[in-house]
Nanobody, 129 residues
Framework: QVQLVESGGGLVQAGGSLRLSCAAS????????MGWFRQAPGKEREFVAA????????YYADSVRGRFTISRDNAKNTVYLQMNRLKPEDTAVYHC??????????????????????WGQGTQVTVSS
């Protein structure tokens, strides 16, 4: 069974940091672009960051650029999202995604309703003011 499992979410004060992990199992994702998305209550899904299969190129939403860093360790089949200088508006459920037919660049401009091949259950991030 192929799974993406996120972890690392929690409650943090504004200005703090969290590191999210997305561990893949059931197959290797080393040739897949992977991305992070988030969804706050009552809002559409929002692209956060994406990374190419090699890790050589990354893409970020304007709202997180300079504060968040996406990285991957293909040997561990894991993608990370380091989140610094967190703001209350970063509060959301964060999901990771993988898709064999989608590039990282395409993830950065994808339709919020696009259904990726693999989608994690999400981890809650709450930033208090």
């Amino acid at each position: 069974q192929v799974q993406l499992v996120e972890s690392g979410g929690g409650l943090v004060q504004a200005g703090g940091s969290l590191r999210l992990s997305c561990a893949a199992s059931g197959r290797t994702f080393s040739s897949y672009a992977m991305g992070w998305f988030r969804q706050a209550p009552g809002k559409e899904r929002e692209f956060v960051a994406a990374i190419t299969w090699s890790g050589g190129t990354t893409y970020y939403a304007d709202s997180v650029r300079g504060r968040f860093t996406i990285s991957r360790d293909n040997a561990k089949n894991t993608v990370y999202l380091q989140m610094n200088r967190l703001k209350p508006e970063d509060t959301a459920v964060y999901h990771c995604a993988a898709d064999g037919q989608t590039t990282a660049q395409a993830m950065s401009v994808s339709n919020p309703r696009y259904e990726y091949d693999y989608w994690g259950q999400g981890t809650q991030v709450t930033v208090s003011s």
